[in-house]
């Protein structure tokens, strides 16, 4: 059988990296009974408790109704509550719950993941790539805007 050679293509460098990180920290959450999606959340309110949900959704990048499912899930999981807003009934903000609390230990996780992906770079390499990255990011999102 004759292995075909890859394009060199962003695209496919960047899912496949993605998938490998998302496995690492999906490995590293498991214990803990919490998906990616939902520490991403915890996560946000571990640096800032009471978050709106329309902050969290810019944070997770999440749509409101996904994010409202995941919200619920969280709740069931009694480490997030919502509550209502005294001068705004409509708004809602989000709390942590005192379990939710308990697991403010996992807030850097990404670092461990970090570590994992960044370990065969030099610190020089990994100083750049960041910012290079950022860069891409700004230069796609710059010309999905002009469309």
């Known amino acids: ?66 994010l409202s499912r995941l919200l619920d899930r969280l709740e069931d999981k009694e480490l997030v509550r919502r509550a209502a807003v005294e001068d705004d009934k409509r708004s809602v903000k989000i709390h942590l719950t005192e379990k939710g609390q308990g697991l403010s230990h996992l807030a850097d996780m990404y670092k461990h993941v970090n570590g994992v992906l960044l370990a065969d770079l030099s610190e020089t390499e990994q100083e750049q790539l960041f910012p290079m990255l950022e860069r891409m990011l700004d230069s796609v999102e710059g010309k999905s805007k002009k469309r």
Do not use: H, N
Request: net charge neutral; glycine share 6%; hydrophobic share 40%.
């Open 1 to 66: 059988m004759t292995t075909l050679p890859y394009p060199r293509s962003m695209g496919r460098l960047l899912t496949m990296l993605s998938e490998a990180a998302c496995g690492l920290a999906e490995d590293y959450l498991r214990p803990y009974e919490i998906s990616l999606a939902q520490w991403v959340v915890l996560s946000a309110l571990w640096r800032r408790d009471g978050l709106s949900v329309s902050e969290l959704s810019e944070y997770s990048g999440k749509k409101t109704a996904a």
